[in-house]
Nanobody
Framework: VQLQASGGGLVQAGGSLRLSCAASGRTFSSYAMGWFRQAPGKGREFVAA????????FYADSVKGRFTISRDNAKNTVYLQMNSLKPEDTAVYYCAADWEGLGSREYEYDYWGQGTLVTVSS
């Protein structure tokens, strides 16, 4: 599976962005999908994850209520809708595919996209 993230950019605090992650291959629907982020000078952290069918998802406490993960298996794409953005959301955002289940740890994910930069100005 190859993953290509897009949709990052510069936005003011309180604004919104929608990230997309397009996957190649015919097995996209077999993978749970996740979003992670890495802020400047910090380690990569979990943001959100969604099951293969899209029927269940969970979020990091820091984004709960503001971010929504979704997927369209017909389009081989997973999305991250980000609302009420804060300067502390500034980071490179990565999508990842998990064959075995729905995880929140980096080592649980098998494939990674290249990342897209989100910058939130105050």
């Amino acid at each position: 599976v190859q993953l290509q993230a897009s949709g990052g950019g510069l936005v003011q605090a309180g604004g919104s962005l929608r990230l997309s992650c397009a996957a190649s291959g015919r097995t996209f629907s077999s993978y749970a999908m996740g979003w992670f982020r890495q802020a400047p000078g910090k380690g990569r952290e979990f943001v959100a994850a969604i099951t293969q069918s899209g029927g269940s998802s969970f979020y990091a406490d820091s984004v709960k209520g503001r971010f929504t993960i979704s997927r369209d298996n017909a389009k081989n794409t997973v999305y991250l809708q980000m609302n009420s953005l804060k300067p502390e959301d500034t980071a490179v955002y990565y999508c990842a595919a998990d064959w075995e289940g729905l995880g929140s740890r980096e080592y649980e994910y098998d494939y990674w996209g290249q990342g897209t930069l989100v910058t939130v100005s105050s």
